[in-house]
């Protein structure tokens, strides 16, 4: 009996310790806990720069990226971050990263035609040695 109770108040505990839109059909957190509910692409930007760019241009390419969502209404969610090493001996090929998502394919096309975007790209693109975009789709 008292094996029966500690598993049953273990198993409450650990259910009680769930994230946000867990259920016992997922076993996973659902990506709407993550993401906007209307969000259904994630595209992802990571930028290296050219040996030599200052630590304040780096900065102020940082601010443009992030201010492109006040600016640009397709932009539901913006994140960003400086690379790390995974293994921990090699250098990350890109320096930093930016996390964007959108509610479809057609609004991507939309941002990359805007014209605040198209003036950070001119205001910036001289200190990037390399860029690679990956989008994917985050919700069927």
């Known amino acids: 009996m008292r094996t029966l109770l500690i598993l049953h108040l273990t198993t409450c505990l650990l259910w009680s ?4 839109g867990y259920t016992s059909t997922t076993r996973q957190p ?3 806990v993550l993401l906007p509910e209307q969000a ?10 050219k040996a030599g760019t200052t630590p304040q241009a ?14 640009i209404p397709y932009i539901l969610s913006y994140q960003a971050g400086v690379t790390v090493r995974a293994d921990l001996t090699q250098a ?3 320096d930093v990263m930016h996390y964007c998502t959108y509610r479809n394919e057609e609004e991507i096309k939309l ?8 003036r950070f790209i ?4 001289q200190i990037w040695e390399k860029v690679l975009v990956i989008n994917s789709r985050v919700r069927p």
Do not use: E, N
């Open 17 to 20: 310790c769930q994230p946000k």
């Open 30 to 32: 659902t990506l709407s």
């Open 40 to 49: 259904t692409i994630q595209r992802i930007v990571c930028f290296k720069f």
């Open 58 to 71: 780096i900065q102020q390419h940082m601010q443009g990226f992030a201010s492109l969502k006040d600016s």
């Open 92 to 94: 990350p090929d890109y």
């Open 111 to 118: 941002y990359s035609i805007h014209p605040v975007h198209q």
């Open 122 to 125: 001119s205001q910036h693109k």
